[in-house]
Nanobody, 119 residues
Framework: QAQLVESGGGFVQAGGSLRLSCVAS???????MAWYRQAPGQERELVAT???????NYAESVRGRFTISRDNNKKTIYLQMNNLKPEDTAVYHC??????????????WGQGTQVTVSS
């Protein structure tokens, strides 16, 4: 499996935007990818997925505000986050699936990147 390195998190006021990046050490061309997040005291939440064919799904809480995308040549996926809310505060992780169409949870987690949204 590829190693994944997330970046782009930071501190932002409510209503602001951030763009997260996740760079893989190997090919992601044939893999579904996803962004997850985990807030303090909460279980890890699936935020957005993107298949190898670029079909996407979003958690209801972020739909219309977040956009997941991929650049296979750069071995990178992105999460554009607009109109951020304090409830979006969490550590964000990307993950690679061994399948092309759905996440399977068979790969390891990276260190993540912290997003903090103030009101």
């Amino acid at each position: 499996q590829a190693q994944l390195v997330e970046s782009g998190g930071g501190f932002v006021q409510a209503g602001g935007s951030l763009r997260l990046s996740c760079v893989a050490s190997g090919s992601i061309m044939f893999n579904a990818m996803a962004w997850y997040r985990q807030a303090p005291g909460q279980e890890r939440e699936l935020v957005a997925t993107i298949t190898s064919r670029r079909f996407t799904n979003y958690a209801e809480s972020v739909r219309g505000r977040f956009t997941i995308s991929r650049d296979n040549n750069k071995k990178t996926i992105y999460l554009q986050m607009n109109n951020l809310k304090p409830e979006d505060t969490a550590v964000y992780h990307c993950r690679q699936s061994t399948r092309s169409d759905v996440m399977d949870g068979l790969t390891s987690w990276g260190q993540g990147t912290q997003v903090t949204v103030s009101s």
